[in-house]
């Protein structure tokens, strides 16, 4: 039945939410409700009644459930409150027939968490010097030794002394965990933790964003494979006035240290203050960043992994919704491209191809890919806008409310309107969400379609397009790792 299941356990923080998609019907009559159960709790599925060929093609000719398998799909994101029922609970898909008739089907146990588990060595993070309290936060995975030690040279040279910085290492080869230990044994400036478990760089920068010390004044991020410029944390600090987060420039260079590009910015226009585009797109690099400690009572826990989420990307949207971005039009990094990076300076400032091409692809290769970037790209920027207004959305500016409900809202004929609106800000020079928009109103209006043109239908048409089956996950486009 779930072909996009639960995640296991979700800390709730102040809101939380997750994905779950498949098929159900009843065998005898058409199905009029889907609804998520967790507990006691019901709520409605964001949509059901989605063609399924695959499931209808898998029961034989002449089955009376044949009919009503064929409109068996159905999507759901179902929300999880503060101060919910905390510890296992039961989860299950309801499904109601036109009768009135219900089915309830247990699918497995959620953990439900108040929140993230802190690992103990943060409690030995102490600061020492004067001045701001900065906690950097470090994300490790088999660092490359010599890139390692020229970025931890770099943070202990820094003109602001009053810091610690925290090491989250993600199960590194022992070898690699060995030097890495050995590069800040001595030093109680350092504070490494090995995880438990491979978590990967989402969830690691995650588990290193929980040990920032609740007394520190400042969290910042850190790459284990690049390099500070000594003035990085003053130059942050001193910029970020009032605003929730300040971010800098970088200077883009190779692992033998040759500058590649003078700034970041060199394809796409850099944005830190148009919200609607930073939902869509992230503009600020987590490696660049320095925010206020208190933000991370509404950053943590992370809204849960279904495809590709980034870190600093949820960072930079909460710290907008709730305040202003700070940007330092100076490189106060050097930003290292190498083979294990997880996302590169290509990569980020890539030329989204013309709509003309795109479609063009579309139509020479049909095939899976509307529905992997409707299932899994769309689904994962849903998810994460729905976890931003649990928590944030009352403490919004109404401007950036109605963007944020406008995204929640996408998967209508007036969202599609204002995907496509938005597109046209290209012809203004804006280009800073590498045509998102059409990459998601793509998605959202095919799935649409498909639905629409086979309502009511009980088997599959010859010529309408007619296939909403979950695919496989696309593949990732990042490497395994921590880097920047």
């Keep these: 039945m779930l072909e996009i299941g639960p995640p296991g356990r979700v800390a709730v923080g102040g809101g939380s939410a997750f994905v779950l998609a498949g098929h159900c019907h009843l065998p005898d009559e058409p199905t009029t409700a889907v609804a998520v159960q967790v507990g006691d709790a019901r709520q409605p599925a964001l949509r059901f009644g989605l063609p399924r060929t695959d499931v209808y093609e898998r029961l034989a000719e002449g089955d009376p459930a044949r009919p009503h398998a064929y409109r068996s799909g159905f999507v759901a994101l179902p929300q999880l409150l503060p101060g919910q029922a905390l510890g296992e609970r039961p989860l299950s898909v309801v499904v109601r027939g036109r009768s009135g008739r219900e089915a309830v089907v247990r699918v497995g146990d959620l953990g439900v968490d108040p929140g ?4 103990p060595e943060a409690g030995s993070a102490e600061f020492t010097g004067t001045g701001p309290r900065v906690a950097i936060c470090m994300a490790a995975f088999n660092p490359p030794p010599d890139l390692l030690h020229r970025q931890l040279d770099s ?7 009053n810091w610690v910085c925290l090491i989250s290492d993600d199960r590194s080869d022992p070898e690699r965990y060995e030097s890495l230990a050995a590069a800040v044994e001595g030093d109680a ?10 978590l990967g760089f989402y969830r690691n920068f995650e588990r290193a964003m929980s040990m920032a010390p609740a007394a520190a004044d400042f969290v910042t991020l850190c790459d284990q494979d690049d390099s500070w410029h000594r003035d990085k944390l003053e130059r942050l600090i001193a910029g970020i006035g009032g605003a929730q987060l300040a971010y800098s420039d970088a200077r883009v260079v190779n692992e033998s240290w040759s500058v590649l590009q003078t700034s970041y910015w060199t394809e796409r226009r850099n944005n830190h203050t148009n919200f609607a585009s930073l939902l869509m797109a992230n503009s600020v690099t987590g490696a660049a960043s320095l925010f206020r400690r208190e933000l991370l009572d509404d950053v943590l826990p992370f809204p849960p992994e279904l495809h590709e989420p980034f870190h600093d990307h949820w960072l930079a949207v909460v710290a907008l919704a709730l305040g202003n971005i700070s940007y330092i039009d100076d490189p106060l990094y050097d930003y290292v491209q190498h083979g294990g990076a997880v996302i590169g300076h290509s990569q980020a400032n890539r030329k989204p191809r013309s709509p003309r091409k795109q479609l063009l692809e579309r139509l020479r290769n049909p095939g899976p890919g509307s529905r992997r970037a409707y299932y899994f790209n769309w689904l994962q920027q849903l998810l994460s806008a729905r976890v931003l207004e649990l928590r944030c959305r009352d403490r919004m500016e109404p401007g950036k409310r109605r963007s944020l409900d406008r995204l929640l809202r996408a998967d209508s004929l007036p969202g599609l309107a204002w995907l496509m609106g938005r597109r046209a800000r290209r012809l203004w020079g804006h280009d800073e969400t590498l045509d998102r928009e059409l990459f ?8 649409r379609a498909v639905s629409m043109l086979n309502a009511g239908r009980k088997r599959p048409g010859h010529l309408l397009p007619r296939d909403a089956s979950i695919p496989a996950p696309p593949p990732s486009r990042y490497v395994d790792g921590n880097g920047g």
């Excluded at 993230?116 to 690992?119: I, K, R, T």
């Excluded at 998601?440 to 799935?447: D, E, K, M, S």
């Design 440 to 447: 998601y109103a793509y998605a959202i209006g095919r799935a």
């Design 155 to 161: 943070i202990r040279a820094q003109s602001h002394g």
């Design 116 to 119: 993230l588990e802190v690992p």
């Design 189 to 198: 400036r350092f504070v490494l933790s090995p995880s438990p478990e491979r």
